[in-house]
């Protein structure tokens, strides 16, 4: 009921494409979904997130679907660019349990030009 | 604004050896802090959460052991490394009732031979 399944596990998408990985989470006490992206060698940086109350969030090229019934989330990235090559985690959290923050495995994405 | 720093960045230990790696967060009070393991092309596993000074809960049972001496001060250790160990291992930390959105360090690269 912790896990948290990702997909794909790797993704190639030309440049000016669209990026989607997908995450699926099975305990329903998750109240917070957040992405991060992490570049090789690099801690990974919090790229966005969303909370259950909301299908749908945007930040620049960046976009959070997100399905509460179906407990599906998915992270778009609009116009893809070689800069945004790297590795993608989904993760899940209860907002008054830090110790329950669950990742996915990753997605790597590649850009290519 | 707040940064969070580790150290060693990269360290090659024998095994059997000892460790201690180091992690401090600035521009904050009482944080939470973390310490998760990633391993090659893997997710991130937390090892290690601290809500304050001297308190520390695991989560995975190990030979590493993690203190908290001071507020801003997360330290990892081992008494005898073995290979398994070898991995990325990362500081995280998060305001104190906001243990949900964690941000993470640089991370050290540990090998162990």
């Known amino acids: 009921q912790q896990q948290v399944k990702q997909s794909p596990q790797s993704l190639i998408v030309q440049k000016g494409g669209i990026s989607i990985i997908n995450c699926a989470y099975e305990?329903?006490?998750?109240?917070?979904f957040p992405w991060y992206q992490q570049f090789p060698g690099k801690g990974p940086a919090l790229l966005i997130a969303i909370r259950p109350d909301v299908s749908e969030k945007k930040e620049g090229r960046f976009t959070i679907s997100f399905n509460k019934s179906a407990k599906q989330f998915s992270l778009h990235i609009m116009d893809s660019q070689p800069g945004d090559s790297a590795t993608y985690f989904c993760?899940?959290?209860?907002?008054?349990?830090?110790?329950?923050?669950?990742f996915g495995p990753g997605t790597r994405l590649s850009v290519l030009p | 604004s707040q940064t969070i720093h580790q150290w060693p960045a990269t360290l090659v230990q024998p095994v059997g050896s000892p460790l201690s790696l180091e992690c401090t967060v600035e521009?904050?009070?009482?944080?939470?802090l973390y310490w998760y393991r990633q391993a090659a092309g893997r997710g991130l596993q937390l090892l290690f959460y601290s809500v304050g000074i001297g308190q520390i809960s695991s989560e995975v049972p190990q030979n590493l052991s993690a203190s908290r001496p001071q507020d801003r001060q997360f330290i990892l250790s081992s008494k005898k490394l073995l290979l398994s160990d070898s991995g990325f291992y990362l500081c995280?930390?998060?305001?104190?009732?906001?243990?949900?959105?964690?941000?993470f360090g640089p991370g050290t690269r540990l090998t162990v031979t």
């Open positions: 993760a899940a959290s209860m907002s008054n349990y830090g110790q329950n923050f669950v």
């Open positions: 305990n329903t006490a998750f109240d917070y």
């Open positions: 995280a930390w998060s305001v104190y009732g906001r243990s949900y959105e964690q941000y």
């Open positions: 521009g904050t009070s009482n944080p939470n």
